[in-house]
């Protein structure tokens, strides 16, 4: 009996793995003014029921929060991911700090990330589109980026 249900269980499990788990990412613009950095990187969570977030070594500079997003499964082994961060601008004099203006909203910015997983569900490979947006809601530039994400383990 018990056989038979492991057997079940293995029958109905993923034929592929997924996106769901930790991983970090490295991450190179081919255009727009992160083009020139070469140690960006990203930590990203990509939730169970299609929800992520992305943090990066760069969050604190200037500070912004982590992104938030949404992810799917386009194809075998194919993803989409679609997520968005806040920007912000400094205060225009030291004093603001003191009177409780500080860092100021600047716009935001929407990655869509399309990413192919390796078959082993270790590694992927993806492009990324970022679109900046001002504080209106008006689209300025967009940057190309290549990244190579790997599952975080202990």
């Keep these: 009996m018990l056989s038979f249900a492991l057997l079940a269980i293995v029958a109905v499990g ?12 490295k991450v190179q613009f081919t255009t727009g003014a992160f083009a020139t950095t070469k140690d960006l990187e990203f930590l990203l969570v ?3 029921g299609g929800t992520m977030t992305e943090s990066s070594n ?16 386009t194809a075998k082994n194919q993803y989409q991911a679609k997520y968005v961060f806040y ?12 009177s409780g203006a500080g860092w100021m909203p600047a716009g ?11 078959s082993d569900g270790k590694t992927y490979r993806s492009t ?7 504080q209106k809601g008006k689209q300025g530039e967009t940057w190309k980026a290549n990244c190579r994400g790997v599952r975080m383990r202990f």
């Design 87 to 98: 920007m912000t601008k400094p205060p225009a004099k030291f004093e603001e700090i003191s």
């Design 58 to 73: 760069y969050d604190a500079a200037p500070p912004v929060p982590p992104a938030y997003g949404i992810w799917r499964k």
């Design 128 to 134: 990324m589109t970022l679109k900046m947006f001002d």
């Design 14 to 25: 993923p034929n592929s793995p997924d996106l769901t788990g930790a991983w970090t990412a």
């Design 108 to 118: 935001r910015g929407e990655l869509l990330e399309k990413i192919s997983l390796a």
């Design 46 to 48: 990509f939730n169970q």
